[in-house]
């Protein structure tokens, strides 16, 4: 999630990510937004000082023996405004929170611009590619067809992009991850946690 303080100091930035990225400018919202929070946090703030004050004016007052019911009454007046304005200030900084956590990873400065990986750059290539005398199928294909991959079962289950692997395969995936724990805990340091 971006830090709104980042974006506060770095807003023509923070566009021109956007936009390399095909979305529309935001910084000026956010920052609107942002400062409508600070006001409504500052505002009860300063409804909290004003109490205090005003509790330690009724003390005084009551230790002289004068009546402080308007006193009383401008405090608990001040602890509603305060309520209301500790309530506006949560409420705005959630649908802050809520638009910030949206909002993809700016691309870096060496990632090229385009609409899709047809853009990409190849940096570097390593061996050379297979040639086939047939068409090779996708890896989700031949799951399916051999009866490995459900993506229907884990579709209902948990939502799209995930898949239920079942028989050799899942040993498989159960075997890498084994590997890879054992690897790096017991190689390379690590602690499972």
Not at 112 to 140: C, L, M, Q, S, Y
């Amino acid at each position: 999630m971006f830090d709104i303080r980042w974006i506060r100091d770095n807003p023509e930035a923070f566009d021109a990510g956007l936009r390399r990225r095909g979305l529309d400018p935001m910084a000026a919202d956010l920052i609107a937004l942002d400062a409508e929070r600070r006001a409504v946090q500052t505002k009860a703030q300063d409804l909290q000082a004003e109490r205090k004050k005003l509790s330690k004016e009724i003390g005084a007052a009551k230790a002289k023996g004068e009546d402080a019911t308007a006193l009383m009454d401008q405090v608990n007046a001040d602890k509603a405004a305060q309520a209301e304005a500790e309530d506006a200030a949560r409420a705005a900084q959630a649908k802050l929170d809520g638009i910030l956590a949206a909002i993809p990873n700016l691309p870096a400065a060496d990632v090229p611009d385009g609409a899709d990986e047809t853009a990409n750059v190849e940096i570097r290539t390593w061996g050379d590619k297979p040639a086939f005398d047939f068409d090779p199928k996708e890896h989700f294909d031949l799951g399916e067809a051999l009866g490995m991959m459900d993506f229907e079962v884990a579709a209902k289950m948990s939502g799209a992009r995930f898949v239920v692997l079942s028989g050799a395969l899942a040993r498989l995936e159960r075997a890498l991850a084994s590997f890879m724990l054992d690897l790096h805990t017991g190689e390379h340091g690590y602690t499972e946690v």
